[in-house]
């Protein structure tokens, strides 16, 4: 099922800083979007948007071809997975942890269905030996996953992530990255993610939303991303080069001309 967003517009408060204006985006089953721009420029609040906890002042979500605001909230949490920049650990093992996301679908308790569908999670997300870990012991890493795993415990057909890598090492960003990746090309998700990291988002995305002063710069695959786009947004000189399949961005100084939002 995909999500459509067209001609999005939002300001906060009345007469508040228009913070996006006349954004859309795609997003397919079995590909994966990055919301890319420099902070400020209303990324997290057009993920907001496609989520539906905020409502535009002007243009329209439409999850499977229907406007989302018609959609009750429970049927959206049916189809929408949400992982939002800061969640909390709490006092609950990991599996408990991940059955919570099934609560959308419980009526009256779990059922084998339920049980079965964190058990394949777990597996595929090789958490077996954190199963019965408390979750508020875990690692930056470990707690991501979790929190990765129960939305795809949630999720049948879009994955919303906001910056599912920030305070993340290294090997824990590849990591994450692979899962996502690997969900939405085994179940044919429809997912986007708020980036920073333009790297790492070239080598896991196949769809470029870059947004600048919340307008779209660039919007399309992965040819979008380019050493004019990264001068004009992020005010950076850079070369772009391919290797193993994919582009790489070498930044080597900054451009005079930017101008700090």
Request: glycine content about 10%.
């Amino acid at each position: 099922m995909n999500l459509e967003a067209s001609d999005i517009a939002f300001a906060y408060g009345h007469g508040g800083r228009q913070v996006l204006r006349a954004v859309a985006a795609d997003i397919a089953p079995g590909s994966f979007l990055a919301i890319l721009g420099v902070n400020g420029c209303g990324k997290s609040t057009f993920l907001d948007c496609l989520d539906g906890m905020l409502a535009p002042q002007r243009g329209c979500v439409r999850l499977g071809g229907v406007d989302l605001e018609s959609i009750d909230r429970r049927t959206r949490a049916q189809s929408i997975a949400y992982v939002a920049q800061h969640s909390h650990a709490n006092r609950l093992v990991v599996y408990d942890a991940l059955l919570l996301g099934r609560k959308p679908f419980v009526k009256t308790g779990p059922s084998e269905d339920d049980f079965a569908i964190v058990d394949a999670v777990i597996a595929d997300m090789g958490l077996d030996d954190l199963a019965f870990r408390y979750v508020d012991e875990l690692s930056g890493g470990e707690y991501q996953k979790v929190v990765i795993g129960r939305a795809l415990v949630q999720c049948r057909d879009v994955l919303l992530l906001d910056e599912p890598t920030n305070n993340l090492d290294i090997a824990n960003q590849i990591e994450v990255m692979e899962l996502v990746r690997r969900a939405v090309d085994e179940r044919a998700i429809a997912a986007a993610a708020v980036m920073h990291d333009i790297n790492l988002s070239l080598s896991y995305c196949d769809r470029f939303l870059v947004l600048k002063q919340g307008e779209a710069a660039a919007y399309g695959g992965p040819e979008v991303v380019t050493e004019d786009l990264l001068k004009d947004v992020y005010g950076i000189t850079a070369d772009i080069i391919e290797w193993n399949g994919k582009r790489v961005v070498v930044p080597y100084g900054r451009h005079a001309g930017r101008e700090d939002l």
